[in-house]
């Protein structure tokens, strides 16, 4: 199993929780960052565990935007650090803090046409938070400056008729445990063509329903291969192999 999405440095006893999530069968994952310290420390950890690791760094949106001097420090680290950097992520556009934050939407969106630039020039995908009506923002913004950009829309909540344009246009969705609660996730999933569709957690994002009071780790994403697989026809097996090479074609190699 390939966990396209999770902040791994969020997780405290990560050697040790590495070693058991391999043995209980995830192979892999995308370690995103939210800022320029989460990214140096998403790098050291994919220092220690190459053959696990796919690391983002990026400036997670919702929050305040990184200052001048933060920008340049991040950009030179994602240059110096290129070979080993498997996306620029976790970017974005502001939808649940918008309300509280101290710029305008305006300025995320120049923010986020800069980061989509610098992956364009060194040839990396996008990890990005887009979610309800800036999903369709972050996705013109994406088509306008940096259209051959591979792109990665993370635990999309999009209007049907958006994400039918994103996944036309070729990029990767994903689905969270919460596929395996909320319909509105299935009805996405069953939508999303199989070349395109990955599976994460977001952890240690926290969820309700059957997950409600349990740590999300990769070990839930059994959980939504099982779902999956009962909403597709596919066998588990199958369908785990699958997401894993569209997320090994998306960020593998680095």
């Given amino acids: 199993m390939f966990d396209a999405h999770i902040h791994l440095e969020q997780y405290d006893n990560l050697d040790e929780r590495i070693k058991r999530w391999h043995e209980a069968g995830v192979e892999q994952v995308t370690a995103v960052s939210n800022d320029l310290a989460s990214s140096y420390r998403t790098l050291e950890i ?7 690791v796919r690391a983002g760094c990026g400036f997670h949106p919702e929050q305040p935007l990184p200052e001048t001097s933060e920008r340049e420090e991040w950009k030179h680290l994602v240059k110096l650090e290129r070979e080993h950097i498997a996306c620029i992520g976790e970017i974005g556009l502001p939808h649940y803090e918008l309300g509280h934050l101290p710029s305008p939407l305006e300025a995320y969106q120049e923010f986020l046409a800069e980061c989509l630039l610098l992956a364009r020039d060194l040839k990396l995908p996008a990890a990005l938070h887009a ?7 972050a996705f013109d913004i994406l088509r306008r400056e940096a259209p051959a950009v591979p ?5 999309l909540k999009a209007p049907e ?38 599976i994460e957690t977001d952890g240690p994002w926290p969820f309700q329903g059957p997950f409600a009071g349990i740590e999300t780790t990769p070990e ?27 997320a090994e074609r998306m960020y593998g190699g680095r």
């Avoid at 994919?46 to 696990?52: A, T």
């Avoid at 309800?132 to 923002?137: I, R, S, V």
């Fill in 220 to 246: 839930l994403l059994r959980d939504v291969i099982t779902t999956l697989a009962g909403i597709t026809g596919e066998k588990k097996a199958d369908l785990a192999a699958r997401t894993q090479k569209n």
């Fill in 46 to 52: 994919k220092e220690r565990h190459p053959d696990v």
């Fill in 131 to 137: 979610v309800h009506d800036k999903a369709e923002l």
């Fill in 161 to 198: 008729d958006v994400a039918a344009r994103i996944t036309k246009a070729g990029y990767m969705v994903s689905v969270t445990p919460e596929v395996c609660y909320r319909e509105r996730d299935q009805r996405l999933a069953a939508a999303v063509p199989p070349d395109q569709l990955l």
């Fill in 151 to 155: 792109a990665h829309f993370h635990w």
